[in-house]
């Protein structure tokens, strides 16, 4: 069964731009859920988690459980952020779920 | 910092091949992973291992197999190398409990001719 879905393959704005990254998932245990990104000719790496609530490059995420969904969310976007960004999903069995990726085209 | 050290970036193989791709990590983590990445697809669960020796099948196990003797090594195997295994396979390891992120290698581009 699909546990994470990322509805968008390519999204495209302009620099300046809001952005926001859907991410909604099925699980029926507490999720922990994760970003990850991607750069051009770089490694996956985790760009932040929910538990921390924390903004990592100007990016922020909140879990809102009644709508199983974990958004990714960026006032203005820049350049630098095009990227692929894929949502995950930690099960209690140490098991990752991702997505299929969202590509992030941010335009000059 | 982690380190996830897969053995090839590039590799090119023929059709029925039996394939080795080799993933290092040097930070005593429990679990390790496979995937592989295919555009559109994203990120797909070949297997994982939560232990030596020890290993599950992920969601597409078919024509795949592992090998954890080391806690720091997890070998992925083609048994078999066919031409719809062409691919960008990821490697990844993480601590066990909650909420420990995955760190991720290079990537290993398979291509099978």
């Known amino acids: 069964a699909q546990r994470v879905t990322q509805p968008e393959k390519l999204l495209s704005v302009f620099k300046g731009a809001p952005v926001e990254l859907k991410c909604n998932y099925s699980?029926?245990?507490?999720?922990?859920l994760f970003w990850y990104v991607q750069y051009s000719r770089q490694r996956l790496q985790l760009l932040l988690r929910?538990?921390s609530r924390e903004s990592i490059k100007g990016f922020t995420a909140d879990l809102n459980k009644g709508e199983t969904s974990f958004h990714l969310k960026k006032p203005f976007a820049q350049e630098e952020d095009s990227a692929m960004y894929y949502c995950?999903?930690?099960?209690?069995?140490?098991?990752?779920?991702f997505g299929s990726g969202t590509k992030l085209n941010v335009k000059p | 910092d982690v380190k996830v050290t897969q053995s090839s970036r590039y590799l090119v193989k023929r059709t029925g091949e039996k394939v080795f791709l080799e993933c290092v990590q040097d930070?005593?983590?429990?679990?390790m992973f496979w995937y592989r990445q295919d555009p559109g697809l994203g990120l797909r669960l070949i297997y994982f291992?939560?232990?030596?020796?020890?290993?599950e099948k992920g969601d597409i196990p078919e024509g795949y197999s592992v090998s954890r003797e080391k806690k720091e090594r997890f070998s992925l195997i083609l048994e078999s190398a066919s031409t719809n295994q062409t691919s960008m396979y990821l490697c990844?390891?993480?601590?066990?409990?909650?909420?420990?992120?995955?760190?991720f290698g290079d990537g290993t581009r398979l291509s099978i001719l």
């Open positions: 990844a390891s993480s601590l066990s409990g909650p909420m420990r992120p995955q760190h």
């Open positions: 699980y029926s245990g507490s999720p922990e």
């Open positions: 929910h538990i």
């Open positions: 995950a999903l930690l099960d209690n069995f140490n098991k990752f779920y």
């Open positions: 930070m005593d983590h429990e679990n």
């Open positions: 291992s939560y232990d030596v020796k020890m290993k």
